[in-house]
């Protein structure tokens, strides 16, 4: 797999039957290594282990309905009242971050309402926070810290 621009994380990797499967700490269960599926899990140990997020407060590849469809977030962060408060869009390092990108993002923040949203490849990195009042966001260099 690629090298991403995040901080290098403990991930496990295994070979079965051809097929290569990383372990996801937050479904405690092995998935099929794709280049999304390795970018998720960078993200999900930099969530945790640089910006201390709990994992209790993490949610991984849930489903949500918009407009009678439905869709699947990548991963959602929760805040200590149980609200969205996180959403991130992760995509495979070869597939370009682009408007229709910050476009999914936003749709699926129509429903779910969170204060930042996170875009990412694995290489690129966008993050923003809402601002509801003038319907816009806000570029931001990072995500914030964990706080309770």
Known sequence: MVVLNLPKAELSVKSKENKQFIFDIIRKKNMVLTP???VRQ?????LINHLNYPK???AVEKQLTINTLKKRFDILVFN???NPEIIIE??????????DT???????NLNL????LMVTNGLNHYFCQMDSENEKYVFLETLPNYSR
């Not at 992760?90 to 408007?99: D, G, L, R």
């Not at 910050?102 to 699926?108: H, L, S």
């Not at 309402?113 to 930042?116: G, H, L, P, S």
């Open 42 to 46: 960078h993200v999900v140990h930099y």
């Open 102 to 108: 910050f476009d999914q993002i936003a749709r699926y």
């Open 36 to 38: 999304e599926e390795w």
């Open 90 to 99: 992760c995509k495979a390092p070869k597939v370009k971050i682009t408007q």
């Open 80 to 82: 200590t009242k149980g």
């Open 113 to 116: 309402n969170a204060k930042y």
């Open 56 to 58: 209790s407060i993490i």
